[in-house]
């Protein structure tokens, strides 16, 4: 296992009160498999992933679990040797290309940054380094191009060079968080598509989190559907698609517009909206939107749970409750 | 090529600010102050001798007349003679000017190391002890009255301590030869480190005392524009390459929150340069702001409007040196219309 996180659980300490962001939350990624962690807006899955790099900002703080990394736990290691690690083995690309650049720093400079810091190359080396990461990320000219400033770009350019800076020094885990989201639908698939086969080229691990279940369907291996701050379903990507089981999953697998349907009803829409994260309902985060709630449900919280390849939290799958599940 | 028509174009339009700055101060002049004969003549002077003199000064022909005069004559370079002195305003301005020039310039200098060092501090370890200290530093800076200030520090390091000197530029003893009118430039020329040494220490205190209030203004400004900056995207992304926060911060938050640092930093200069009439006058400084106010209260009308104008040039060019900076913090920022 390359990533394994345990337990991990970060909270936003607030003036109205503690958030739960991250809410007991265990996962892990295999070498050179591509994780991805779906969830809405506010459902923890960027928080997650900031945890794993150590970039979390005041307020935010993990409070308990473990964050292995080649066995090593990086929630034990000092800023200086996270340093160490960020950028060289583990590195990040972010949602929005457009700001994540340095504006008053060439390209050049900002990729040659990154590698001088971890590798021990000459500017002219780290030069030439660039100049092929760039060209390995599809960028045209990148001789040139690396001289242009990050205005001088569109955003999917943009967004390959963040990926170029983030494979500069060949990692062994790329978070992406939301890499495609800011972006036209067009460049959207190639993004995709390159993240695909650099994946293959540089052999890394991918934690791609997405609130897009297209992007899942076509990038991911495995995939973790989050919500509230907690893992609602776990299965890798085939099964989760043809047979989704906790009640969520299903609600946003059906809220997918298709263009196949000529049903001429209207979308499906999960009720109601998420829940002010100050108030949690008791019981299952869910249990105030899902349409198969049981009164169970509002009381006890549901343990994540391995059924048929899945690791599922519902009472739905509960051998207690087993009934209920056979008669789905 | 285009940065250099840019100048151009911005020196080009000195010449309708100046228009405009000379017509203002000539008109207040003439409406405002009192007639300046009897000042110049003393107060037993006859009407007749009076009336001659503002004959022979020009003063009873029509405002407009006297106006386009004094621009043909300035047209030429001759900004007139000090009613007083019988020198050419000229003459009289550039020997104070290097002394103001000095001071300005080591306000600045003090102003924007400490400024900016404080605002950095305060907005990297925000809301910390240090934050709070440099507030209360960048508060006591702004509200507290310069003269008061001056007169505190010549008490403590001249009177108590003995350690710097508390008025003039420069002992005597020790004048270089006069060569650009800054001592500092000039005692270094000629090789005099007597000189050198004992300007530099003459500087300090009136330096501190004019510099306290632009240092407060530029800690606050770099605080607010270093907390923008630090929350940033690109912020994110240089943490996440695995560099030290040092380098973060030095590199990457401080050279984006640069631009309004320096914009606060050239409106300050460009008010030291129009001279500090409280700190010379504390400090007995030889500068041109208190000679100015002095010239005001004298209806000295040449000298006053020549200054005024000195200061107007000198402000559209500080001006255009922080538009030219900017562009070099900024390669976002051009100064050329795109074509098409």
């Known amino acids: 296992m390359l990533l394994e996180v345990n337990h991990l659980k970060t909270d936003f300490k607030l003036k109205k009160g503690i958030v739960h962001a991250v809410n007991d939350v265990s996962f892990g990624i295999e070498k050179g498999e591509i994780l991805a962690i779906v969830g809405e807006s506010g459902s923890g899955k960027s928080v997650t992933s900031l945890s794993v790099m150590g970039l979390l900002q005041e307020p935010g703080k993990v409070v308990d679990g473990e964050i292995l990394y080649k066995g090593e736990d990086l929630l034990k290691k000092s800023e200086k040797e996270l340093q160490k690690i960020r950028g060289d083995q583990i590195s990040m690309i972010f949602q929005e290309p457009m700001t994540s650049l340095n504006p008053v720093y060439r390209i050049k400079d900002q990729i040659i940054e990154s590698i001088m810091t971890h590798m021990k190359l000459s500017r002219k080396e780290a030069l030439a380094r660039t100049v092929e990461m760039l060209k390995t990320v599809g960028i045209p000219s990148p001789g040139q191009r690396a001289n242009d400033y990050p205005h001088q770009m569109s955003g999917g350019m943009r967004q390959r060079v963040m990926i170029a800076m983030a494979l500069a020094c060949n990692p062994e885990l790329l978070i992406a968080d939301e890499p495609t989201t800011a972006l036209d639908v067009t460049i959207q698939a190639q993004i995709l598509e390159l993240l695909y086969s650099l994946r293959e080229r540089f052999n890394m691990a991918v934690l791609l989190i997405t609130h897009d279940l297209g992007v899942v369907a076509e990038a991911a291996d495995r995939v973790i559907v989050m919500y509230c701050g907690q893992i609602m379903e776990e299965a890798d990507v085939k099964s989760l698609f043809s047979n989704p089981m906790h009640p969520y999953t299903l609600g946003l697998l059906n809220s997918i517009p298709r263009i196949e349907d000529e049903s001429g009803e209207r979308l499906y829409m999960i009720k109601g909206m998420v829940p002010n994260p100050l108030h949690m309902p008791q019981g299952c985060p869910f249990s105030d939107r899902c349409d198969r709630c049981m009164e169970r449900c509002t009381l006890e919280m549901p343990e994540l749970k391995e059924v048929g390849g899945h690791k599922v939290r519902c009472f739905l799958y509960n051998q207690e409750a087993g009934k209920e599940a056979d008669d789905r | ?340």
């Open chain 2, 1 to 340: 090529m285009q940065m250099i028509k840019y100048m151009i174009k911005r020196i080009l339009m000195l010449i309708p600010v100046l228009i405009g700055v000379s017509i203002i101060v000539f008109l207040i002049m003439r409406v405002f102050s009192p007639d300046p004969a009897p000042i110049v003549l003393g107060e037993h002077a006859t009407q007749q001798s009076m009336q001659e003199w503002r004959l022979a000064n020009g003063l009873n022909d029509p405002i407009w007349l006297q106006y386009v005069n004094y621009i043909k004559d300035a047209m030429t370079g001759n900004l007139g003679t000090s009613y007083y002195t019988k020198a050419p305003v000229t003459q009289e301005i550039f020997s104070r000017f290097p002394a103001t020039i000095e001071l300005a310039i080591a306000a600045i200098i003090f102003a924007s190391l400490l400024g900016i060092f404080l605002g950095v501090v305060s907005a990297v370890k925000k809301n910390s002890i240090f934050d709070n200290g440099g507030r209360i530093l960048a508060l006591i800076g702004v509200s507290m009255p310069i003269f008061w200030l001056g007169i505190l520090l010549i008490i403590l390091f001249s009177g108590t301590l003995h350690w710097l000197p508390s008025t003039g530029r420069l002992n005597p003893l020790y004048q270089p030869t006069q060569i650009t009118g800054f001592y500092l430039i000039d005692s270094l020329l000629t090789g005099n480190m007597n000189a050198l040494v004992d300007a530099l220490r003459h500087l300090v205190l009136p330096a501190l005392a004019l510099g306290m209030y632009s240092m407060a203004i530029i800690t606050r400004m770099t605080r607010s524009s270093m907390l923008e900056s630090m929350s940033q995207d690109y912020i994110r992304t240089a943490r996440a390459k695995g560099i030290t926060n040092r380098r973060v911060i030095r590199k990457h938050a401080l050279r984006n929150a640069l631009i309004p640092i320096v914009t606060v930093i050239g409106l300050q200069f460009g008010s030291l340069l129009g001279g500090a009439v409280l700190t010379e006058t504390v400090f007995s400084w030889p500068g041109i702001g208190a000679y100015t106010v002095n010239c005001i209260l004298k209806s000295d009308f040449p000298v006053v409007q020549g200054v005024v104008l000195l200061v107007a040039v000198v402000y559209v060019l500080v001006n255009l040196a922080v538009d030219i900076i900017y562009a070099f913090l900024d390669p976002r920022i051009k100064y050329a219309k795109k074509e098409g």
